[in-house]
C-alpha cells in the first residue's frame, strides 16, 4: 500500500455497532464488568480507550512499526524513554536539541544518576569515544531543532546494534511521511504529535512507535503507571489531522524550498540552515533518508544586533511570533528566548546556536505572501 493511501486509512475501521466511518471519541473514564474482572477488554482509561488504541495503531502503520503508544506530550513520551533506564545508566545525546528535551535530561533525570553525553552527531564515528558499559540509548533528532543538522540514522543504528544500545530518533520535524526511522535501524521513534501529525496547532500529544514486543510491553506499562496519556478528544483531533498529513507534508515543502533560496538570495541574511542546500552540511544524508526537506528553516541576519532581529520577530503579520511548529499556519521564532532558553547561554553558543538566530515553521499559505511578509519585516 502507498504510503497516501495508508496515511488516510491507518487505524480506520468502521465503528461496528453504528458503521461510522471516523473512529468515536469514547469519554469515559471507566468500563461496565459483567463480573469481578470480567469485561469486553477495557476497565479503566487510563489503561484502554478505544479512540486511543484507533490512534496508537495509526502511528504504528504509518511509521512502519508495529506497535504505537501515544502520550500527553512529546515531553512525556520523551520521559517514557527515559524511565527504561536506571541510576547508573548513561545517554548519548545529540548537542543540537529541542530546549525542552535538554531541560528534561539535564535538570530531572541528571539527579536521578542517569548520566548524559552532548555530542556533535553528525558524525556518527563521534559516538564511539563515549560508549562504555553503562551506555543504555542513543537519543538523536534529525533534522535537528533548530540548526537543522543531520544525522545519519542507518550510520548510528549500526553502532548502536553492535553495542547492543537503544536507539531512539525524534521524527517530529520530518515526520512519518519524509522520514521513516525503523526502516533504517533505529529501535524507537518518538514524535511530539502537537506538530505535523495533528498539524492544526490544536493539540497537545506525544507518540513513540516501536518494532519490539518486548519493548512494546515495557513501554506500555510505564505509560499506564505514569499515566501520562491523551484524552480521547486528542486522540481524536490527531486521527483526524494525520488524514491530511500528506497533502500537508507536499505543500509545506514546497513553501520552505522557496523561501529558503529566497532568503539565501537576500542582501540583508548572513546565514540560512536548511538541508535542502545542495551544499549543505549533511544534504547528501538527508537526500539519502528523507523523501523532502521539509518546511523547517532557520536563518541569521548580517546584522547581529538585538535591535535587528528583534524588530524582525516583531514585524511580521503571516509570520505569528509563537513557540511550536508543523501547523498549516507559519509560525517565526526565537529560539534563544523561547524553544531553547532552558539551555545555558554559553552551551547554545558553544554548539552554534547564536542569539540572532531565528527560526521558521512554514506554513500551507501562499508562498509569495510568506516571502512579501518576511521581505517588509526584514526591511
Known sequence: MKLETK???AGMTPDPSTGAVMVPIYQTSTYVQTAPGVNKGFEYARSQNPTRFALEEAFAQIENGKFGLAFSSGVAATDAVIKLLAPGDEVIAGNDMYGGTYRLFSKVFEKFGIKFHYINMQDAENIKSYINA???LIW???PTNPLMNIVDITAVASIAKANNILLCVDNTFASPYLQ????????????????????HSDVIQGCLVMNDAD??????FIQKSCGAVPGPQDCF?????????HLRMQRHCENGEKIAHWLRNHSKVKKVYWPGFTDAP???IA?????????MISFELKDESKEAYTKLLSSTHLFSLAESLGGVESLINHPASMTHASIPREERIKNGLSDGLIRLSVGIEDADDLIEDLNKAIG
Open 7 to 9: 496515511i488516510i486509512h
Open 134 to 136: 553503562n551506555t543504555k
Open 140 to 142: 538523536a533528532e534529525t
Open 180 to 199: 521513516n526511522p525503523l526502516d533504517q535501524g533505529a529501535d524507537i521513534v518518538m514524535h511530539s504529535a502537537t506538530k505535523y501529525l495533528g498539524g
Open 215 to 220: 519493548l512494546r510491553d515495557k513501554l506500555y
Open 237 to 245: 483531533l490527531v486521527l483526524r489531522g494525520i488524514k491530511t498529513l
Open 282 to 284: 549533511g544534504h547528501d
Open 287 to 295: 537526500k539519502k533518508q528523507m523523501r523532502g526537506f521539509g518546511g
